[in-house]
């Protein structure tokens, strides 16, 4: 008794859908297209305005650190002055402003 040969499938027997709808545009998908898009664009709006507060607390910072060195430069010209004027009776030793210390913000 002879074994009768089994068809074999393979990659290419697989029946597909791929290009059977032809090129009009299905509803539904341009709607899901939409609604991705929009999506996507309130992500990006979310992104952006995190990132421009990044910036604005950047820039803020450089203020600060701008107005404390001013603060220092004038303090030391204070102190330098006092002490090119040299140790005559009428010098007045320097008078010690209180600093704020050190601050670090995150």
């Keep these: 008794m002879a074994i009768p040969p089994r068809n074999l499938k393979s990659l290419k027997d697989i029946r597909t859908h791929a290009g059977r709808v032809d090129g009009t545009v299905v509803p539904y998908k341009a709607f899901m297209k939409l609604s991705c898009l929009e999506m996507e664009r309130f992500r990006k709006e979310k992104e952006r305005s995190s990132a421009m507060t990044r910036v604005n607390n950047i820039d803020n910072r450089f ?6 060195k001013a603060s220092i430069l004038a303090r030391l ?5 006092s002490k090119g004027n040299g140790a005559g009776a009428d010098s007045k030793p320097p008078v010690r402003q209180a600093c704020e210390g050190f601050r670090l913000r995150y």
């Design 63 to 68: 203020r600060e650190i701008e107005a404390e």
């Design 77 to 81: 010209a204070g102190t330098s002055e």
